[in-house]
């Protein structure tokens, strides 16, 4: 009988032993100290202890004192530490179980929780109290049902939380980073701050004691106010690119970012994407297809999440592209070039423009922009021709638009002519005389400086060189009666003479025929012949005497005969009698604008020669 009790015995403790290594012995933390929990405890002979079960569980007591079978030893316990010691006896207490050299507690409730416990021999030997508590499994409580709290950036949070068990539980957090606030951590709350952003995220905490861990789980929200971290430096690029602007920005919630155009202070919804960098850190990107020139400037970047005040920044975007045209102006023109003044355009690209290009006809004339505007001549042209000239710049990156002008070089006048037969019918003079009104065709984009007239019959071939402004009538006079005559008339200008005009032929009137004609028509008789030849001989003396006048008083060059034809008008001087090539250089030299001082009708006194030349 005794041997099979020592068999239990050293089976119950084999199997306490397994259990203790199997459940393990677990540590009470650092608030309470020589402690444990669980199945198997060992009194010590040193120091008190304290063991923990759970309700309802069993708590097996050893010792390690050495005994034999010989030796009397004994469990005792009291109920409080000033109570009265008292051997187990488990007849008295049913909870308490002795099996050999070991100490059985089953179950551990409330009246065990409080005892205290300890082995002794009669050999002197005794352990410290060891004392029995009922324990509790680890629980914590956040305080909010959403677990999801709020805090400013730079400012402090507390958040309340209720952390229990027996024993008493460790409470840890687990942070985010390195980078984390500082923050106090009890068991009835936790506090942070002041917050920074790396604070926003989802935290754990976690309660634990020798029964177990239990886990709490919440979010810090940490709102920051919209920020721009950064934007695109100035962006370059070319017309027909896509170009694509950046803008970096900070904000928790998240911000509305909207780009805007400064030009047009237009709000840009199309083309615009945003991405998430992480948490309250976003990218948006400005994407314009097919830039323009339209579209160089600068974009705004605003970013608002309600916080505070919205958060701008700006940029600019340069293009390279076709610049304007070029401003070109005719400054200057001669019969055989034309001077362009060209200047830079308004929009130059993006890029300075380099140089121009003048294309006429199939000719193109490079020309250097070396400053705001150069002037060109282009040289040997055609006289008295239109040219079209077009002119483009180009900046290194292509041509610009065309910019085109038209000038017409000047030449060599040209002249028609005009009959006023009207008036030489109307007068009754025609036999030695004829008036022509001459028209300016071209005057070649310069002033007449004279013109010669070439007058030819059957007898004889007269070159009349004279000044005529513009537009205006001569009269030929010293013509023979009855006589055909062809006249033409060249115009001369800085540049030479220009062509000779339409022929213009005429005849002149027979005299004899004139005088019978008017005789029978107006029935005058001799006495009225007579009289009239009186007024008409007093006329010519009057007409004689001021010619002679008019060339002394003009100093004029030009001779006067009443036998060789020459011209008379409002404002002509005449040369008879001489041809162009013996007196051009004279007259040119001598008087080459020269116009009379007499403004006086000249054609009265044109007639009466005629009339005198008739009576004689």
Same mark, same amino acid.
Request: hydrophobic content about 35%; proline content about 4%; glycine content about 8%.
């Given at each position: ?16 032993? #397994? ?24 009194? +010590? ?37 000033? &109570? ?15 099996? &050999? ?21 009669? +050999?002197?030997?005794? !352990? ?69 952003? !790396?604070?926003?995220?989802?935290? +754990?905490?976690?309660?634990?004691? #020798?029964? *177990? ?6 979010? /810090?929200? $940490? ?23 950046? #803008? ?48 160089? &400037?600068? =974009? ?39 001077? /362009? ?8 690209? @993006?890029?300075? %423009? ?8 199939? $000719? ?13 001549? %282009? ?45 030489? %019918? !109307?007068? *009754? ?75 213009? $032929? ?16 107006? &029935? ?15 006329? =010519?003396? @009057? ?32 040369? $008879? ?40």
């Amino acid at each position: 009988m005794t041997l099979l009790l020592e068999m239990l015995q050293v089976l119950i403790v084999f199997l306490s032993f #397994c259990g203790r290594r199997i459940k393990g012995q677990f540590d009470c933390g650092n608030l309470l100290s020589n402690c444990t929990c669980g199945y198997v405890h060992t009194v +010590s002979e040193d120091h008190e202890t304290t063991f923990y079960q759970l309700r309802g569980l069993t708590v097996t007591l050893l010792h390690n004192a050495t005994v034999t079978p010989q030796t009397l030893f004994a469990w005792q316990f009291r109920t409080s530490p000033s &109570g009265q010691v008292t051997r187990v006896d488990p007849g008295v207490n049913p909870q308490l179980r002795l099996v &050999g050299q070991v100490l059985t507690i089953n179950p551990v409730d409330e009246i065990v929780s409080g005892m205290q416990f300890r082995f002794v021999t009669l +050999s002197s030997y005794e !352990s410290k109290w060891a004392e029995a508590r009922l324990g509790t499994e680890p629980s914590i409580q956040l305080h909010g049902t959403r677990r999801l709290f709020n805090v400013t950036i730079s400012q402090s949070i507390d958040i309340g939380l209720n952390a229990g068990g027996v024993p008493l539980p460790t409470v840890y957090l687990k942070i985010r980073s390195e980078k984390s606030s500082k923050f106090v951590l009890q068991r009835r709350g936790l506090q942070f701050g002041p917050v920074n952003e !790396s604070d926003d995220g989802s935290y +754990s905490v976690k309660a634990s004691n #020798c029964f *177990g861990d239990v886990f709490q789980n919440f979010t /810090l929200n $940490v709102l920051i106010g919209s920020s721009i971290e950064s934007i695109s430096e100035e962006v370059r690029g070319r017309c027909g690119d896509t170009v694509t602007l950046v #803008c970096i920005v900070l904000g928790n919630p998240q911000p509305t970012i909207t780009w805007v155009f400064t030009s047009s202070n237009a709000s840009l919804g199309r083309n615009v994407f945003t991405v998430s960098l992480g948490r309250s850190r976003y990218q948006s990107l400005l994407q314009l297809l097919h830039a323009e020139a339209s579209n160089r &400037g600068a =974009y705004k970047c605003i970013a608002d999440n309600g916080l505070g005040d919205a958060a701008t920044n700006t940029t600019r975007l340069s293009l390279l592209c076709q610049s304007d045209a070029p401003v070109v102006l005719v400054s200057g023109k001669a019969n055989d070039s034309v001077t /362009l003044t060209i200047s830079q355009p308004s929009y130059t690209g @993006g890029h300075p %423009i380099a140089n121009f290009s003048v294309v006429y006809g199939d $000719v193109t004339v490079p020309v250097s922009a070396s400053a705001d505007s150069v002037v060109i001549t %282009i040289e040997n042209l055609m006289p008295n021709t239109f040219y079209r000239f077009d002119v483009t710049a180009h900046n290194g990156i292509e041509a610009s638009a065309v910019a085109s002008v038209s000038a017409k070089t000047a030449g060599i006048p040209s002249l028609v002519l005009v009959s006023s037969q009207s008036q030489f %019918i !109307s007068s *009754g003079v025609g036999c030695h005389s004829v008036t022509i009104r001459v028209t300016l065709a071209d005057n070649g984009d310069t002033d007449f400086t004279h013109y010669k007239a070439t007058l030819t019959n059957a007898q004889e071939k007269t070159t009349i060189d004279f000044i005529l402004r513009n537009s205006s009538e001569i009269t030929l006079e010293g013509l023979s009666e009855n006589s055909a005559y062809a006249l033409h008339i060249r115009g001369r200008n800085k540049y030479g003479f220009g062509p000779e005009s339409d022929t213009y $032929v005429f005849q002149t009137a027979d005299c004899g025929d004139q005088g019978d004609s008017e005789g029978l028509r107006t &029935g005058v008789g001799v006495l009225a012949a007579v009289s009239s030849l009186a007024i008409l001989v007093a006329v =010519y003396f @009057g007409y004689h005497w001021r010619v002679v006048r008019l060339d002394k008083r003009s100093n004029a060059t030009a001779l006067r005969s009443r036998g060789k034809p020459h011209a008379t008008g409002s404002t002509c001087e005449t040369v $008879v009698g001489t041809t162009l090539d013996q007196r051009q250089d004279e007259v040119l030299t001598a008087n080459p604008l020269y116009e009379p001082t007499v403004q006086s009708n000249p054609a009265h006194l044109v007639r009466a020669a005629s009339i005198e030349e008739e009576q004689r």
